[in-house]
């Protein structure tokens, strides 16, 4: 079973983020080449923005390595965000604005997740 | 990053960098953003229509007012997820929700390719670099229908099945039960049938576990507990929807799923069944290898990867023992589910002469053109003509919302005219032609309704409690001859492709209507829309 990703290992793995977004845009870019670059470059940020991100954050704490970690995260946080997104319209709360606001609060719980059961970790290792 | 992780990262790219191309990339001609929905249809422009429903309204929960004869209270009653996705996707990238809808379902089917890669992988690297010539068979006829017809539903809940897939590999993952239930969640919430699929996988894993003898009690305790907890937090998030499916779905068109009835793909109807035939050839009987060892590998190690593409294989067969329908969607995705079978086979031949990793990688590579050489041709869809498109527009741009317009004839219009925010009705061609043989126009005509009407109009009158307005009003609109005159517009179209014959008679028709108080207002060369100044009364003596 992998540990727990330190801070150190985050930095790393936000490097491969980064990658991963530069191959997703040029893929895009050439995959719709009639399109203007700037709409396969906005495509794909609302495509990380939305899901990447979000369930990067989200699987945080699964104790996985980091290419499981991005599967099952991407995967639950499209679930958990088309699910939320569906019952906060039928709240009342207009979908135009879901796709700012939710990814928000799936980083927010992930990096909180993430900062409760790395602090425990962290005890353990200094006891 | 060793030089093995640098081959399969480059593989990857590769691989999933062409699938883009080939597919979403050809499918939607190259370009993003499409005014029209790149459907060829009824399913894809249905969803299609939805999406932008969602994105407009801002939520589902009822279904456009244009699609249930002119209710507007009248619950949305498919599964919401995906609708909702896609318009918030559309609304964050900025494409239109008809594009969005491409997108979403092109890249996250490329993405359960990927997951279905990943999971190949946690059994033998080399395997799952040999699986993904496969692949490529998702956009090779029949295969690619799933995607230009647009199951929609299908795709978005097969890729959560996926990704379930994929967790019966993480035995070790913290609180599995979490993104379980979240996942088990969102196949209840997009397209029901997976979930029933999911719960027969269960099944199937455990029960080939045990009979294999590979389910020590400890292992048989975890899955039993976290499925338990899983599937209650799953009923938690898919509570409202499942009332909704019970009282719609269920209640009303239940018989058909709950009815076993065998049916073979060529009696199939409208719908292109793919065969394990239409992998051609050489992939099939590599597959049928591929099967047959899996099955011997299984009695050793019953991975997951080999337990899923053993049960999908059984799912997509299921129509000879009264699946049919939902049998033949999971076909569309056997490309990624049965990947495993080809890999194997080519793996068996293969490591007799290399042990390294740039091998399967090269051959892979070597197979995806030999595929995409041999079986692949670009295909796209887009029942709509740009002529027709302007006319849609102007019908929801100028006329009220709620006037009446009734297409006389036209290409694709069964399919196509449902994405109009009008309450539009189709005259029905049968009975065009019965007019042409009889040699004279009647005013009492039978049109087709461009509705969602397989719920009877269903609504909500509290949590468990629905009416259905299909039932309790005496609606004319279904089945029964309408006043032709009783219209508020009429749209004729000048040239069909496809029947010219219907064309001159409706043009005809049209000459008569205009004699009458009705008047053009607006045409080009493919389309010209009449108004009728005088409704209900006589335009055609």
Not at chain 1, 3 to 29: H, N, Q, Y
């Amino acid at each position: 079973m992998s540990v727990l990703p330190d801070k150190e290992a985050i930095k790393k793995e936000a490097r491969w983020l980064a990658i991963g977004f530069i191959a997703l845009s040029i893929a895009l870019i050439i995959a719709f080449r009639q399109s203007p670059w700037s709409q396969s470059l906005r495509t794909a940020a609302a495509l990380y923005w939305l899901f990447v991100l979000p369930g990067y954050a989200l699987a945080l704490c699964s104790r996985q390595g980091f290419v499981e970690r991005f599967i099952i995260g991407v995967s639950v946080q499209t679930a958990v965000i088309g699910q939320a997104s569906y019952f906060a319209g039928l709240w009342g709360w207009h979908v135009a604005t879901h796709g700012l606001v939710l990814p928000v609060v799936s980083i927010a719980i992930g990096v909180y997740l993430w900062r409760k059961y790395e602090a425990v970790h962290h005890h353990s290792r200094v006891q | 990053m060793n030089k093995d992780h640098l081959i399969e990262l480059a593989f990857l790219a590769l691989v999933f960098g062409s699938l883009l191309f080939i597919g979403p990339g050809a499918v939607l001609q190259h370009q993003l953003d499409h005014e029209t929905p790149q459907f060829g249809a009824v399913d894809g422009l249905l969803y299609a229509m939805l999406s932008k429903h969602v994105a407009e309204t801002g939520n589902y929960r009822y279904n456009p007012f244009y699609a249930v004869a002119g209710f507007k209270d009248s619950i949305a009653y498919h599964p919401p997820v995906l609708m909702h996705i896609v318009a918030m996707f559309s609304h964050v990238s900025g494409l239109n929700p008809y594009s969005s809808l491409s997108v979403i379902l092109g890249v996250f089917v490329l993405f359960g390719a990927f997951v279905m890669y990943w999971l190949i992988r946690s059994y033998n690297k080399k395997i799952a670099m040999l699986s993904v010539p496969v692949f490529v068979f998702l956009y090779v006829f029949n295969f690619v229908i799933g995607y230009i017809w647009g199951e929609a539903l299908l795709l978005m809940g097969s890729f959560f099945l996926i990704a379930l897939f994929f967790l019966f590999d993480k035995q070790g993952l913290t609180n599995w039960w979490i993104p379980a239930g979240i996942l088990i969640g969102a196949t209840i919430n997009t397209h029901t049938s997976e979930t029933i699929f999911f719960y027969g996988f269960v099944a199937f894993f455990l029960g080939m576990k045990l009979l294999l003898r590979q389910l020590p009690k400890s292992e048989r305790n975890f899955w039993l507990k976290q499925v338990a907890l899983a599937t209650l937090l799953a009923l938690i998030i898919g509570f409202n929807y499942l009332i909704i499916f019970y009282n719609g779905y269920y209640k009303i068109t239940g018989s058909s799923y709950t009815s076993f009835k065998a049916v073979r793909p060529e009696e199939s109807g409208a719908i292109r069944v793919p065969t394990v035939y239409q992998f051609s050839k050489p992939v099939f009987y590599a597959m049928l290898i591929g099967a047959a060892i899996a099955l011997v590998l299984a009695r050793k190690h019953a991975h997951p990867a080999l337990l899923t593409s053993g049960f999908m294989f059984m799912v997509g067969m299921s129509n000879y023992v009264g699946f049919h329908y939902r049998a033949f969607q999971q076909r569309f995705l056997w490309p990624i589910t049965l990947a495993l079978f080809f890999g194997i086979t080519i793996y068996f031949i293969v490591k007799r002469f290399s042990a390294k990793l740039v091998v399967p990688a090269m051959l892979g590579l070597l197979l995806i053109g030999y595929v995409v050489h041999a079986h692949y041709n670009p295909v796209h869809t887009d029942v709509i003509y740009p002529s027709q498109w302007e006319g849609f527009k102007w019908v929801e741009q100028n006329t009220p919302e709620s006037a009446r317009t009734l297409f006389l004839y036209g290409d694709s219009y069964s399919q196509s005219l449902r994405i109009i925010k009008r309450l539009v009705f189709l005259l029905d061609p049968n009975d065009l032609a019965a007019m042409a043989q009889e040699g004279k126009l009647r005013r009492m005509i039978k049109t087709d309704p461009i509705l969602m009407s397989e719920m009877y109009l269903i609504y909500r009158k509290g949590l468990f409690d629905f009416g259905y307005y299909g039932k309790e009003q005496n609606l004319t609109i279904f089945g029964a001859p309408i006043d032709l005159c009783g219209y508020d517009y009429y749209v004729v179209d000048r040239q069909s492709a496809y029947a010219p014959q219907f064309v001159q008679l409706t043009v005809q028709m049209a000459n008569v209507l205009l004699a009458h108080n009705i008047t053009p207002v607006f045409q080009n060369d493919q389309i010209a829309i009449l108004k009728n100044n005088n409704v209900g009364g006589e335009c055609l003596a």
